[in-house]
């Protein structure tokens, strides 16, 4: 390697305080981001199960209700990866029973005050309808939202290299 080269500084084309090139992109806001009632799922739902991009992810959050579920297409598959509270993980796993999904990770995590304490990863049923009815129904009752609920969804698409 060259010894005038370091890879832990920046490179002397970029500003000062960027290290990589990343640094120079525009970062989305979060604060900017506003949160969606419930019943808009079924859009970002569409999007997600119909598009002809390979790779697309969904995910939905609320920090307030410790909720988090991706849900994204992997090798042809939809899979969705939840994490919960101990407080929620019985009536989640009860409807991913119920629904016939299969569970191929089953993982505790560290969890702090009101976080999360499980994550589980499934393979989602294979007709698309069915996807679209399970995922807000697992909000309704899995995680006893109701419809007017505020969410973070964030739709991605990434092509194919």
């Known amino acids: ?3 005038f080269i370091n890879p832990d500084k920046r490179g002397h084309e970029l500003p000062e305080g960027c290290k990589d090139l990343i640094d120079l992109l525009p970062q989305p806001d979060r604060a900017a981001r506003k949160a969606e009632p419930l019943v808009k799922i ?3 739902l569409f999007r997600l199960l119909h598009s002809a991009v390979e790779r697309r992810f969904l995910m939905i959050h609320s920090i307030e209700r410790s ?3 991706w849900l994204f297409r992997y090798k042809g ?3 969705a990866s939840i994490s919960m509270g101990a407080e929620r993980e019985q009536n989640v796993r009860y409807l991913l029973n119920q629904a016939g999904i299969r569970l191929i990770q089953d993982e505790p995590m560290d969890p702090g005050p009101g976080k999360f304490s499980r994550l589980l990863t499934c393979v989602l ?3 698309t309808s069915e996807i679209a009815q ?7 009752e899995g995680y006893a939202l109701p419809e007017g609920a505020e ?3 964030s739709y991605r698409e990434k092509k194919a290299a």
């Open 125 to 127: 049923l294979t007709d």
């Open 77 to 79: 598959e939809f899979r």
């Open 134 to 140: 399970f995922i807000p129904q697992l909000l309704r």
């Open 1 to 3: 390697m060259n010894s």
């Open 151 to 153: 969410l973070d969804f």
């Open 42 to 44: 079924h859009g970002y």
């Open 67 to 69: 909720i988090s579920i």
